[in-house]
């Protein structure tokens, strides 16, 4: 049995929440972002219980389709740009790579996730990268031509245009201003 869990962001997040399943008895098969692999809900347990629990920690248990989706996305998404999992091919654009994974048409999964998230894929796969941009501009170990290739920018000026309309500053008053904090991922 699957079940499909929003906010789902990093490993710890996996570990929280494989943690608290096991607290209710579940046993736990795999654990991948936005999804658990369990045997079997105990006698008596109902999915419910289950959503209150994982509620306490800011996660959701996700029983509509549609809304299966869309975590799979972001999930695909943020693996992909936070985390670099570079399963995206050198010239494929993100429109491509999301119907190969997903299996769905490109505008099928643009309506579905501009319809469920209030923004549109475009909007969210920016903020994703924005907010990739201001890790590495605060670790202050890359250059930006760096930053812009490894995020596959077509060139530094388009990121730091993108930065700016985003940010509302330059990447490099980004790097010098210390007020200006990060966003965290379930929150984009």
């Given at each position: 049995m699957t079940l499909t869990i929003r906010n789902m962001v990093c490993d710890r997040c996996k570990r929280v929440v494989?943690?608290?399943?096991?607290?209710?008895?579940?046993?736990?098969?795999?654990?991948?972002?936005?999804?658990?692999?369990?045997?079997?809900?105990p006698a008596g347990l109902t999915l419910d219980e289950v959503r209150l629990t994982l509620q306490k920690d800011g996660f959701d248990l996700i029983d509509d389709r549609k809304q299966v989706v869309v975590e799979q996305m972001k999930v695909i998404l943020i693996n992909e740009i936070q985390?670099?999992?570079?399963e995206r091919l050198p010239a494929e654009n993100y429109s491509a790579f999301l119907e190969r994974k997903v299996g769905y048409e490109y505008s099928h999964l643009s309506h579905l996730?501009?319809?469920?998230?209030?923004?549109?894929?475009?909007k969210y796969i920016i903020a994703l990268k924005i907010e990739k941009v201001k890790e590495w501009l605060r670790y202050n170990e890359l250059t930006l031509s760096e930053i812009a290739w490894r995020l596959s920018y077509s060139s530094v000026?388009?990121?730091?245009?993108?930065?700016?309309?985003v940010m509302g500053q330059t990447p490099s008053q980004f790097r010098k201003d210390n007020r200006v904090g990060r966003r965290s991922l379930d929150t984009i």
């Open positions: 494989r943690e608290e399943l096991e607290k209710l008895a579940i046993v736990v098969l795999d654990v991948e972002l936005g999804a658990v692999i369990i045997d079997s809900l985390h670099l999992k570079g996730f501009s319809t469920s998230e209030g923004q549109t894929l475009e000026q388009h990121l730091s245009t993108q930065f700016r309309q």
